[in-house]
């Protein structure tokens, strides 16, 4: 009943920039928390920026003063602003939300959903 599409991985060079969104659809009544996470080769999932309706935002330390994370309402879309770039940014990058919908018989329902997933490649 909600879908995340995710858009704006690619290949970029140590130090470039890249724009990741994500856009949700379907029966929404409201997105509370909205955020991104990374999985690498061989490691665990990690979280990469949230941010919570009213706009406040937290960020791993590692990404921390590089990564921007915005947030449109009126879209119900969720933005990752990724710059100065480092080889060690490389994984599938993976769009998370937190979203009321409209079930089938029109009950509000709460439920935690995920994108399918972007690759980001930073060569050296």
């Known amino acids: 009943q909600v879908q995340l599409v995710e858009s704006g991985g690619g290949l970029v060079q140590a130090g470039g920039s890249l724009r990741l969104s994500c856009a949700a659809s379907?029966?929404?009544?409201?997105?509370?928390?909205m955020g991104w996470y990374r999985q690498a080769p061989g490691k665990q999932r990690e979280l990469v920026a949230a941010i919570r309706r009213g706009g406040s935002t937290n960020y791993a330390d590692s990404v921390k003063g590089r990564f921007t994370i915005s947030r449109d309402n009126a879209k119900n879309t969720v933005y990752l602003q990724m710059n100065s770039l480092k080889p060690e940014d490389t994984a599938v990058y993976y769009c998370?939300?937190?979203?009321?919908?409209?079930?089938?018989?029109?009950?509000?329902?709460?439920?935690?959903?995920w994108g399918q997933g972007t690759q980001v490649t930073v060569s050296s």
């Open positions: 379907g029966s929404i009544f409201s997105i509370n928390a």
């Open positions: 998370n939300a937190d979203v009321t919908y409209y079930n089938s018989v029109g009950y509000r329902d709460t439920d935690d959903y």
